[in-house]
């Protein structure tokens, strides 16, 4: 999350507000579906939610052209490559017998693949600065 973080605020654009309202829309719906959540204050939700839309439809934006420019992709190959991975482990013949027969799993693998190719790309051309604050205590009432 820091490292997407720190890639949104260094790109930072403009999102458009329709994108935004579906994004919040979207949150609330389900907020209201939830059988758990009783009384959902809607104008409440849709500020808690805007934040997170924001971040999120920034860095899928970001995401997306980062995708095109840098022609990162997960082949085929990959996948079927990463579920023998995934057979060989300890109890994943069923894990990896799953995956093959579902293409709905089978593109959960993809996508997590692709995020993690985006985020070693990141991670491979930003300097990482470690600061480290000296811990103080924090301050009594009376100071």
């Known amino acids: 999350n ?7 605020k260094t790109n930072d654009l ?7 309202d579906n ?6 719906k389900d907020a209201k579906n939830d059988p758990n959540r009783k009384n959902v204050d809607e104008e409440k939700l849709r500020d808690y939610y805007k934040v997170s839309a924001i971040r999120n439809i920034k860095w899928y934006l970001l995401r997306e052209k980062l995708v095109e420019v840098e022609k990162i992709k997960v082949l085929a190959k990959d996948v079927n490559a990463r579920i023998k991975e995934i057979e060989q482990t300890d ?3 069923e894990r990896a017998k799953e995956l093959k027969e579902d293409d709905a799993q ?12 985006i985020m070693d790309f990141i991670a491979s051309k930003i300097e990482v600065k470690e600061v480290t604050k000296p811990w103080r205590p ?4 009376e100071e």
């Open 2 to 8: 820091s490292l997407i973080d720190e890639f949104i």
């Open 14 to 20: 403009q999102v458009p507000q329709s994108m935004v």
């Open 23 to 28: 994004y919040v829309n979207s949150m609330i």
């Open 91 to 93: 109890g994943g013949k």
């Open 106 to 117: 089978k593109e959960n693998l993809k996508d997590q693949m692709l995020e993690d190719k």
């Open 138 to 141: 924090e301050p009594s009432e």
